[in-house]
Every structure is written in C-alpha cells, then in structure tokens.
C-alpha cells in the first residue's frame, strides 16, 4: 500500500509539473516558448555538421619529442606536481566557462599555461559554435590531464595502451570525451551527442591547422587526445 502512495504521489507531482511547463508556455513570449520547447525535447534539435573527428589522426611518435620539451619534467608523484605548481609551471584547470573536469583518477587538474589557454580556447570557441543553436549553455567535460609515473603505473593495470611516454606526463595534453556532455536540454539524443562530437572535432581541426595543437581521435578511450604545441 505505501509503494502505491508513493507511485500516486509521483504520478501526481508529474501531473502538476506537466501542467505549470504547460502554463508557462501558453503564455511565454515565442522566444521563451522555443526555449523551454528545447529543454524539454526528446527529439534531436536538427543541427547539420559534417564529420570532422576522422581528420584527427596524429600519432604520439610523431610529436612526443617536441611535446616533451615543451612541457614539464615528469614528475613522479602528487608532491612533484605542486611544486610545479609552486614553481608557476602548472596552473589549476578546474571547470571553464563552456567545459567541466570531471572526477579525476588518473592525474592531476593541473596544466602548463599553454595548454590552460588552449583548453579555454577550445571551450570559448565550443560556447561560440552552440550558442548560434538551440543547445545554448551546453558543456564538454575534460576527462584527463597531467599524470605522474606512479598514476601512469596504475593506469597502465587498467589501460594496455597507457604509455610510459605519454604527452599527459608533461602537463601539456589533455583528454576530451566526445559522448558525456552537460546541457540544459533534459534528453540528450543519440544525434545531439553526434553533433555535439563533430562541432568539437571542428573546433579542435581548426586549432590544429593554425599550429596550435596536436590531436587524436581516441576510439577505444572514446575522447579527443590534445596536446598543446
């Protein structure tokens, strides 16, 4: 009898909240109206982008050398990360204004001042690029960044693929996933991810032409390997 209440308080509730959306677009103004229409969709906003993730295919061999000497000495833990940190080598890169980091294992949220600017670069021009669509507000979230060889040591138990060479090492590169992202559209469809992947790979692409990064389509780690040049 109380799973029942609690089902008919739901449904209830349900009933109040589809009805106030209801209210408030009866009488919205229409910008207000096609606002709430999107945040409420479950269809997909109809965004055309062509693909642009396939064009990102360099390899770590080809930039690794150049990367290192851009980049910091590879620390071995936490320790050596904030005295970097101390040093001015690496500054904090917490949530930006179009992305988020997210809960990291792996590494530390912390870059060299190059790449920081590169990511806010990425997110400046990511809130640019949706802002001219119905998924305004929109966020990517940053899923790695500066590793140490003992978090490369774990990671590897984890990841065959890790590399005791990796861009991560120097505080210069970071990883994007291209199928989490925050919106405030409720539902996420399957082709607002897709849009959502291939206006990022632009963005990157461009960045990459203008010699300011290297870049990876990452399929099996399912994000963006970036490295700032």
Known sequence: MA?????ERFIKLSSIFTAVVLIII?????????????IFSRSCIGQKQ?????KL??????????????GIKTCRNESEIMENVKKGE??????????VTD???????YLTRDAKLLLDEIGRRFREKTGETGLKGS???????????EKVKGLKKNNSNASANSPHLYGNAFDISYVRFRSRKFFITPCDKRYFKEALAEIIVELRKENKCWATYEKVQSCFHVVAR
């Open 50 to 54: 062509a693909v642009f993730s396939n």
């Open 139 to 149: 966020k990517f979230i940053v899923t790695s960044m500066t590793r140490t060889t």
């Open 3 to 7: 799973f029942k209440s609690k089902r």
């Open 57 to 70: 295919k360099d390899r770590v061999v080809d930039y690794s050398e150049m990367a290192k000497l851009s």
């Open 103 to 109: 809960r990291l294992t792996y590494s530390y949220p």
């Open 26 to 38: 009866l009488v919205a103004s229409p910008g207000l109206r096609k606002r709430i229409y999107i």
């Open 90 to 99: 690496l500054v904090q890169a917490g949530s930006g204004i179009a992305y």
